[in-house]
């Protein structure tokens, strides 16, 4: 599994008789460059691109992936923080979507897939827990 966190790209691989398999790849929106006309190259990734995949994990079951959505311009340095996880299946499938009820910064899940260990600023960074 590879995400990227300035453009909503996806990619799921398998791993079969000592080969590594595309399953799935899921492009949605590419990063936006800024272009350096006067040396005619690309610098940086605009403030204005939105972060999409921040942070992901994965059981046997399933891939969970902290979706942002939000830009630097936009939010600083929250927009390294979200409350929205998007769960796939291992087929690159979308099982569904977790709203939590305070924004994270990084997570795990068990490997049973019951719960969510997290890290959150409130205001002070604290682990916290979340029943799946």
């Avoid at 599994?1 to 790209?9: C, H, I, N, R, V």
């Avoid at 999409?52 to 992936?65: D, E, F, Q």
């Avoid at 690159?92 to 959150?120: C, F, H, N, Q, R």
């Amino acid at each position: 599994m590879a995400y990227t966190s300035k453009a909503d790209m996806l990619s799921f691989y398998g791993y079969e008789n000592g080969n590594i398999q595309v399953i799935k790849e899921i492009y949605k929106t590419y990063p936006d460059y800024h272009y350096d006309s006067k040396n005619k190259r690309y610098l940086a990734i605009s403030r204005k691109n939105p972060f999409t995949y921040i942070w992901g994990c994965g059981t046997s079951k399933y891939v969970y992936l902290m979706y942002s959505g939000k830009s630097y311009d936009e939010a600083g340095d929250f927009a390294h923080r979200t409350s929205q996880i998007e769960v796939y299946n291992w087929r690159g499938i979308k099982e569904k979507t977790l709203l939590l009820d305070i924004p994270i910064l990084g997570m795990a899940v068990s490997e049973d897939d019951s719960t969510m260990y997290a890290i959150s600023m409130n205001p002070e960074p604290q682990i916290v827990a979340f029943d799946l």
